[in-house]
DNA sequence: TATAGTGTGTATAAAGATATATACACTAAG
DNA sequence: CTTAGTGTATATATCTTTATACACACTATA
């Protein structure tokens, strides 16, 4: 099973931390399926040029949290998402980005309602400008 | 003066890196003039909830790239930004801009073609189609 | 069954980067 | 000289990443 992690080698945030970023995101949207054999952390290590500790501590890492299921000598296995875990995570995902977003609007002193209206355009044309206007104040 | 810096407290991009990127942004886009007095490093710590040494570190950093002039005891300063350093901050900060951006097509297996089609059909419309194409007279 | 071989994950130690607290040194002004 | 403001140096803790050696599991084969 080829996993298709990208690395930016210029980029401030640690390798583990892309590269658990990426997996977490591949594993939980179902792009890699339950009960997949990850390939082991030396042919891992290999493919992204780091270190084995660095895919061990990944491993690791989503096997606290449940994603993966580890056995030594044999290999780590994809666990199953629980359908809660995949709204969580979709959750996260969307809150966060949305929240760099918004620090990104006050770091350049846009207003609030600069912001609303950008908000709206863009879901308007993102989605269709049909759905859930829901409470629909502002028609600017 | 305030220094308007935006701390994302989830990233994954270190706090003394966060803080240097857009420091040195606002001095190289001239939105700091040359010659303003910096806050201190004990000030400016205290307003990012931060280490007097983390900021001790930008100031040190800014200045070896000579964007800062500092003097013990009395504070730091904005140092002039010639031309030349202007015009590589902004060849620096659009080449990794494309270079994340080929990046991510990669990641997703787009082809040289289609991403050369995109790129084209981008410029076309930010640009407005008409001008420079091939030249040859870009600086670099 | 036994055992050697090759594949897996695991543990230990160490180096470098990041962030902090605390004490020190310089400068300007009273 | 004193004082209150600057930047600076030292020691320390934590995080990130690596190299190396070790332990466990499957399998071929005698």
Known sequence: MRIPIQINENSAEP?????ETQLRSLIISGQIEEGTLLPSIREFAGGLNCSVITVRRVYQDLENEGLLRTRQGTGTFVAGVGEQARAQFKHDAVFKALEAAVDTAQSVHCSEEELRSMFF?????KY???GGEIGGESSD
Chains 1, 2 share one sequence.
């Open 15 to 19: 390798l583990y931390h892309q590269i």
């Open 121 to 125: 355009k863009i879901v308007e044309k």
């Open 128 to 130: 269709g400008g049909k």
